[in-house]
């Protein structure tokens, strides 16, 4: 009897020490992450080396207009509920009054035309001439070019032929994405990335698309974001191919590291000058509050979205491309329904916010340039930095800051390379629709996409002339 008693006296110091280290963990919050203030800088503080790599990005699906992609055929079954769905997302943005009209429209979801760049791509290379970019990144339309499984369509081939041809005329150094998210709905038919015959296929098209441009092409990215891909395609289902589960995700993450490590020889072996990398979305996360519990979860997914495809392909590329746009804050919820939920949201205190309330926080590019490099020790292209900005009063601005982290991380040894701006035009932002405003060159689509560069644009050329 009295042993029993001393055993349940234990037992119960030991779940209260369990509940209060639980408790510790869930509720009791450390500081938030330390932040490296905007630097204060002269113009000639923003140094470059003379073949930095100048550049604006696109990709296919956002710009050029009217393709038979599977994201055409999800906008069209989706549109009506992101429409209506519009005020719980958006309300709480400080532009809500601006864009309730065009957000709460069906219509707002469909790519349609985009920015019929298909059709008016040599006035969008006069442009990036105009603001001095010696480098332009575009994704090919996977769809277009390969519209049947195995049938090859080479008068859409000549289009991105044309444009190429167009670029270097100009000399602007085409870098070439060969997946942003679109791809034919056959490979979703067939199970998309789950389905190993995609890596087949999708490295018998890199192979036309490496044939076709032979030397004229010589810098390709594989894979824009895969993580993401994983994250919204899989685990949340918000996006194409809408499927929940984290097991079918990680199936299809492993054979787009496998499509990659073939592409990449593939490439190669056809053009033995080919530099050949991936692009990344890097996080950087914190908890919020900044509990253990959450930044245990900040880590993991960090972790995941920043390096698994890297780990898992780093020796099969030349470069790494990293886009960086904002923090990111994440909260696990235990209790309710699903007993734990999980969130991640933009800081809604901060001081600077784009127009889609994403924090603006220039050192963090400087963080994830040096810890990429640190971890790879491989050259590094930032192929996405910009802002969603629709009066343009914070572009220039966001820009210069960026750039001058940009400058410290080479002026610290790493080898970046160049600089591309998402984006040189207004697009078609996924599930969000016309109204983010991304493009150094503004788009009417009231009246027939009449572009018109914005002030921040030319800040930004005079960043590039002030270097070249
Ligand atoms: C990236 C993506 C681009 C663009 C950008 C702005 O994640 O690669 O296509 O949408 O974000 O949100």
Redesign the pocket.
Known sequence: MHRLLKYLKRLAVAVLCLVVILAAIYYIPFPPPHRVPTAVYQTSDLKFPKDFFWGAST?SH?VEGNDNSNWTAWEKKNAARLAQEAPSKFSNLAIWPDIKAQATNPQNYISGGADNDYNLYPEDVQLMKQLGLTSYRFSIEWSRVEPQPGQFDQAAMDHYKNLVALLRQNNIEPFVTLW??SQPVWVDQQGEWENSKTIQDYVAYVKFVTQNFGANVKYYMTF??PA?HLVGGYIEGVIPPEVKSLKRGQAAFANMMEAHRQAYGAIHTLNPDAQVGSTQ?MQLGSGAPNTILNMAAASYFDNYANWKFLDGTKDTTDFIGI?Y?SPTKYQVTLGGKSKVSFKTFNDPNASVKSDMGWEVYPHGIYEVITAAYNRYKKPIIVT?N?IADQNDKLRAQYLADHLYWVSQAIKDGVPVKGYMV??LLDNF??DKGFW?R?GLVAVDYANNFKRTIRPSAYSYKQIIDNNR
Do not use: I, K, T, V
């Open positions: 990709s956002q942003h998210r824009n974001e993401l979305a886009q746009y996405e910009g998402w984006s932002e996924w983010p991304f």
